[in-house]
T-cell receptor, first 113, second 113 residues
């Protein structure tokens, strides 16, 4: 059973556009929601993360929007650049020593000139 | 700091062969984990460890063994390789808290013929 559903599977936007990637979760015990960025041939790296006590978090051009009642969160990339072309994974976990991250299936983003 | 290192980067095995994927981290992280990445399926947890001498199963543990004799090392053993184990394998580590950043290694691309 997939606990974190991510969409779309792939996305193409022009330079300067605002791609939006959506995730939905089922487990109400989840209280940590990170996004990871992965370039081809590399391991994923943490991009930005949010906890459910806030509805939005911004770091540079990247923004997470969080809707606790709908159990959904999304990543927005402002003024997207070709260098943002990568695969993006949302994830979720509960807090605790042995808590495990559950990942979405990933979104391949291509930003064209 | 080297972070999380993995060896080898590439490996080709024949069905039935065994091998060990190596993972090491120099950040004194207590929590270490192994994931496999397959197209369209995201990152799935194989095994994890919350400290030396303690390991537990993740989402897809069948066909894999792990041990954690030191804080630094967390090898993943394939007992009898099968074509279904063809994948990219990532090792990751973090401090004990689930809300702490998880650092990924560069991955091992494994092909089982």
């Amino acid at each position: 059973q997939q606990q974190v559903k991510q969409s779309p599977q792939s996305l193409i936007v022009q330079k300067g556009g605002i791609p939006i990637i959506n995730c939905a979760y089922e487990n109400t015990a989840f209280d940590y929601f990170p996004w990871y960025q992965q370039f081809p041939g590399k391991g994923p790296a943490l991009l930005i993360a949010i906890r459910p006590d806030v509805s939005e978090k911004k770091e540079g051009r990247f923004t997470i929007s969080f809707n606790k009642s709908a159990k959904q969160f999304s990543l927005h990339i402002m003024d997207s650049q070709p260098g943002d072309s990568a695969t993006y994974f949302c994830a979720a976990s509960s807090t605790g020593t042995a808590s495990k991250l559950t990942f979405g299936t990933g979104t391949r983003l291509q930003v064209t000139l | 700091n080297a972070g999380v290192t993995q060896t080898p980067k590439f490996q080709v095995l024949k069905t039935g062969q065994s091998m060990t994927l190596q993972c090491a981290q120099d950040m004194n992280h207590e929590y270490m984990s192994w994931y496999r990445q397959d197209p369209g399926m995201g990152l799935r947890l194989i095994h994890y460890s919350v400290g030396a001498g303690i390991t537990d199963q993740g989402e897809v543990p069948n066909g894999y063994n792990v041990s954690r004799s030191t804080t630094e090392d967390f090898p993943l053993r394939l007992l009898s390789a099968a074509p279904s184990q063809t994948s990219v394998y990532f090792c990751a580590s973090r401090r004990q808290g689930a809300g702490d950043e998880q650092f990924f290694g560069p991955g091992t691309r494994l092909t089982v013929l």
